[in-house]
């Protein structure tokens, strides 16, 4: 009997373990869901004086519109290298901080979609990194984008610094920290925070609360726990 009981707990931790390694793996064959987009944020680093620079009506990271023309028209947000911070290395940078609302798993795909229009004082930024944090003061390092797309100084391109994450990692803020290039300015479109997931059949959902799939694995592994130990009290008292 105590072997049955053994195994029955072995499979119930086995069966335990593997749901919670499941949360963290990314599957992008899953459904994908830019739980950023339609999101508030609050930005740094800005070029008020010139009406096509500016976020216009502050949405212009999370409302989805993505420019791939490359331009400075209304669509864009211009970093200008006179409004941004310094670090200790006395580099240059900005930063915006979105709210997702509440703490979000699965994060999985960060990007920053941005250009290269070295004729006009735009370039790449030199570094874009990604944090996440659950109280919007405490921020973890997620990893540094690398730069996508074909990048050719003579002529201007559209580009995307993108970290796509092995693992994914959890939180409800998300920072983007953007370190100027050689130029000027850096200009930005959109930033998508990306959650692979098997509940949610459409690709965005503006204006709505991700799915949050903690809540399930929390009950499960309530149950789980009150399962195991009732079999536990049962063992004993057959013992
Ligand atoms: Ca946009």
Redesign the pocket.
């Known amino acids: 009997m105590k072997k049955l009981l053994f195994a029955t707990l072995a499979i119930v931790l086995a069966f335990t373990l593997s749901a919670v390694s499941t949360i963290a793996a990314v599957d992008r064959d899953l459904n994908k869901v830019v739980v950023s987009q339609g999101k508030a944020y609050t930005a740094f680093g800005g070029y008020i004086e010139n009406p096509n620079y500016v976020d216009t009506g502050d ?9 791939t023309e490359p331009g400075y028209d209304a ?1 864009w ?1 211009g970093f200008q290298i006179s409004r941004a911070q310094e670090d200790a290395e006395e580099k240059l940078y900005y930063e915006v901080v979105i709210d997702l609302g509440a703490v979000t798993d699965g994060l999985a795909d960060f990007i920053f ?1 941005t250009e290269n229009f070295i004729s006009v004082g735009i370039d790449l930024p030199s570094k874009v990194e990604f944090f996440v944090s659950d109280n919007g003061t405490d921020f973890t390092s997620a990893g540094v984008g690398a730069v996508t797309g074909t990048v050719d100084d003579a002529t201007a391109t559209y580009n995307t610094v993108e970290l796509l994450l092995d693992d994914a990692v959890s939180g409800r803020y998300v920072k983007t920290v953007i370190t100027n290039g050689d130029m000027n300015m850096v200009f930005c ?2 930033i998508q925070v990306i959650q692979y997931t098997s509940e949610a059949p459409v690709e965005s959902q503006p204006e709505t609360t991700p799915p949050n799939t903690s809540d399930d694995i929390a009950i499960f592994l309530a149950i789980v726990a009150v399962s195991a130990a009732g079999l536990v009290v049962i063992s004993r008292k057959r013992a």
């Open positions: 949405v212009e990271f999370t409302d989805g519109i993505i420019t669509s947000y979609h479109s959109e």
